[in-house]
């Protein structure tokens, strides 16, 4: 083989990947474009249903998923769902979370003007199935006995498992995982005390 030959073939080798590699951008660029929506859709979707398991049903003639505000707290920006009846604001719905025995644990959680909890739901977790899991509503109802609790029902002190003479139960085994929901939901509380006004205004 000459050098010229030679030449040739490696000229036209770079420009045939260049080529392709144009082309597989503008594909995937097209079906970005064309699917973007229905993902968009279909988070928004998964994201109101979430919201709507911590809010008791009717409590809400808005729509939430566009009535927030954006707060800061601990150097985190909070979004904070407004729902509301006749324009008036019933309820805040915002996540919280708290390092459990695995990892980080996301609650969602709605309060109502009176700061009571509406609803509570664990979104997010990687604690050891079969024990730290029971913090999810679909394994048991541990989590619903956060419904209608204050920073003054139970007291301060009694915002704990019943291991540190809180009135919470803890699981067999698996103590740090509901002591950290807990501390969760106590913090969500007093966050939205701290920024009604802000939530509000």
Excluded: C
């Amino acid at each position: 083989m000459n050098l010229d030959t030679l030449r040739e073939k490696i000229g036209y080798q770079p420009l045939l990947l260049g080529v392709v590699a144009l082309l597989a951008s503008a594909a995937l660029a097209v079906v970005s474009d064309a699917t973007s929506p229905a993902i968009a859709a279909a988070e928004a979707k998964d994201l109101r249903d979430s919201l709507s398991e911590v809010l008791p049903a009717g409590m809400a003639d808005n729509d939430f998923l566009k009535d927030t505000v954006d707060l800061e707290q601990g150097g985190k920006t909070i979004t904070v769902y407004r729902a509301r009846q006749a324009g008036e604001i019933k309820a805040a719905l915002f996540k919280v979370a708290e390092r459990g025995y695995s990892g980080e644990i996301q609650v969602l959680m709605a309060v109502d003007m009176d700061g009571r909890t509406l609803g509570v739901r664990v979104l997010k977790h990687t604690e050891t199935p079969g024990l730290g899991d029971k913090i999810e509503a679909k394994k048991d109802d541990w989590v619903l006995d956060f419904n209608g609790k204050s920073l003054t029902d139970p007291t301060e002190d009694k915002w704990a498992v019943k291991k540190d003479n809180g009135v919470f139960d803890q699981f067999a085994g698996a103590t740090i995982t509901p002591r950290a929901v807990v501390k969760a939901v106590k913090g969500g509380l007093s966050f939205f005390a701290a920024r009604k006004n802000d939530i509000t205004g």
